[in-house]
C-alpha cells in the first residue's frame, strides 16, 4: 500500500473522521520509515574490523555483529573476533550518498545491498574502491535509477572474480571511469544494463589482467568523449 491508495481510502471512508486521520497518519509514518541494511562478511585482524571509512557520513544508528549490538570504537572498529563475521549496518532514515562508504576497508569479504531499500542513492564514486579483500557482492534488487557516477567503483578490489550488475538501472550513469581498473574481474555481467546518458569510460577496464568475459551488447556508447 502506498500513499495514494491511503489518500483514495481517506476519501471513502469517513473522510471528517479524525480518528481515521490519526490511523491514516500512522500508515505514512510507518511506510515512510522503512529501515536500509547492508549485511557484511568482514574478518579483521587482532580481533578487530574497521567497517566504516573515517570522512563517511552518515554513520549508521544500529550496528550489529553476530546478532549483538556494539558501537564503532574511536577508529570506527568492531569486535569481530578471529572468525569469519557478519556485521549488519542499518539506518532508520535514507541518504542519498555512497560516496567511499567502504573505501579501503580491508576487512571486508563481502557486502549484500539486497535489502537497502531506498531508491533515491545518486553517488556511488568509490564506493568498493580498493576494498581488496572484498570477493562477492550482491546487489539483489539496489536501486541505481538515480545513480549519475560509478566512477572507481571496483578499483583495486584485487579479490573481487566475478560482478553481477545485470538487473542494475543504469540508465542515469554518466561517469564509469576506472571503474574497474586494476581489480581482478575475470567475469562482469552488464547484460540488459542500458546506458543512454554514458559519458565517460576512460580506464574502466585497465590493467583487468584476469578478465576473459564481458557483455558490452547493450551499452550506448554514443555520447562517450573519454
Known amino acids: 500500500m502506498n500513499i495514494t491508495h491511503i489518500s483514495i481510502i481517506k476519501k471513502i471512508i469517513m473522510p471528517h473522521t479524525s480518528i481515521i486521520n490519526i490511523i491514516i497518519l500512522l500508515l505514512v509514518i510507518i511506510i515512510s520509515n522503512e529501515e536500509n541494511k547492508i549485511t557484511l562478511k ?6 578487530k574490523a574497521q567497517i566504516w571509512w573515517t570522512y563517511f557520513y552518515p554513520q549508521p544508528d544500529s550496528i550489529l555483529v553476530g546478532g549483538e549490538s556494539q558501537s564503532l570504537d574511536g577508529e570506527n572498529k568492531v569486535d ?7 556485521v549488519e549496518l542499518i539506518w532508520s532514515y535514507n541518504f542519498d550518498s555512497f560516496y567511499g562508504i567502504f573505501y579501503s576497508l ?3 569479504i563481502s557486502i549484500d545491498l539486497s535489502e537497502f ?23 539483489g534488487n539496489f536501486d541505481t535509477s538515480s545513480v549519475t557516477t560509478m566512477y572507481g567503483l571496483f578499483y583495486n578490489d584485487i579479490n573481487l572474480l ?3 550488475l545485470s538487473n542494475l538501472n543504469l540508465e542515469k550513469v554518466e561517469d564509469m571511469r ?3 581498473e586494476n581489480s581482478g ?22 590493467h583487468c589482467h584476469n578478465l576473459t568475459s564481458i557483455d558490452l551488447s547493450m551499452f550506448n556508447t554514443s555520447n562517450v568523449l573519454d
Open 106 to 108: 580491508e576487512s571486508i
Open 80 to 86: 569481530v573476533g578471529t572468525e569469519e563475521t557478519t
Open 185 to 206: 574481474v575475470k567475469k562482469v555481467n552488464f547484460k540488459n544494463c542500458k546506458t543512454p546518458s554514458l559519458i565517460g569510460m576512460y580506464n574502466m577496464f585497465e
Open 117 to 139: 531499500s531506498f531508491s533515491g542513492i545518486k553517488n556511488m564514486l568509490s564506493a568498493f574502491d580498493n576494498c581488496t579483500n572484498l570477493k562477492s557482492i550482491n546487489f
Open 42 to 47: 568482514v574478518k579483521g585482524t587482532g580481533g
Open 162 to 164: 566475478e560482478v553481477d
Open 178 to 180: 576506472f571503474m574497474f
